[in-house]
């Protein structure tokens, strides 16, 4: 695999919340010099291929794969599809996760899934059935995620306290989707 190739696929995983050229360098052992240029190259590649819908930038000395601005007002269009479409099992587990040990950050949720949640979190967003509650006091300052009173709706509850008690289930019982446990327990009181 390509310098290049291992450079995309890193800031690709590590997603909106990019990695820094120390990172980068560690993980690659590449002296920083030397993957300066490599990021120039991609940057390049990315500037030339009108076939590619990314852009490399660097902000707040975090290098992130981000849509070049040709392509803004269809992710806004995409952003504001109803929320009667739905969502993949990956959102609904992130949100249900999010529900339920919030404030969490996006690596803390990738810790209990297991994999990588970036693509799950900002469909959140744009459902605005999450926002950003702030950043966690630790190294990096990672963004805190809450769910909103747009999520209340969306479940039809009036406080987070009426969403199922998960504690008393045991392990045993396997998966369970909260959100058709709370469907189940609408249909029961009808």
Wanted: glycine share 6%; hydrophobic share 40%.
């Amino acid at each position: 695999m390509s310098s290049l190739a291992k450079i995309e696929a890193l800031l690709f995983i590590a997603g909106e919340e990019g990695l820094s050229l120390r990172q980068l360098a560690e993980m690659l052992e590449m002296p920083p010099t030397g993957l300066v240029q490599s990021l120039e190259k991609l940057k390049d590649k990315y500037k030339a291929d009108e076939e590619s819908a990314l852009w490399l930038i660097s902000t707040a000395n975090q290098y992130r794969l981000v849509t070049k601005e040709d392509h803004a007002d269809l992710l806004r269009q995409y952003a504001k599809t109803p929320i009667n479409q739905s969502l993949s099992r990956a959102s609904m587990e992130v949100l249900s996760i999010i529900a339920y040990k919030q404030p969490i950050t996006r690596i803390e949720i990738d810790q209990i899934r297991g994999v990588n949640s970036s693509g799950a979190i900002g469909k959140l967003l744009a459902f605005n059935l999450i926002a950003v509650a702030g950043h966690k006091e630790v190294i990096g300052r990672p963004k805190l995620y809450e769910t909103t009173a747009y999520f209340l709706d969306f479940m039809g509850i009036n406080h987070i306290e009426e969403l199922l008690d998960i504690s008393s289930l045991e392990e045993e019982e396997g998966e369970i989707n909260l959100f058709e446990e709370r469907e189940l327990e609408e249909e029961n009181e009808n």
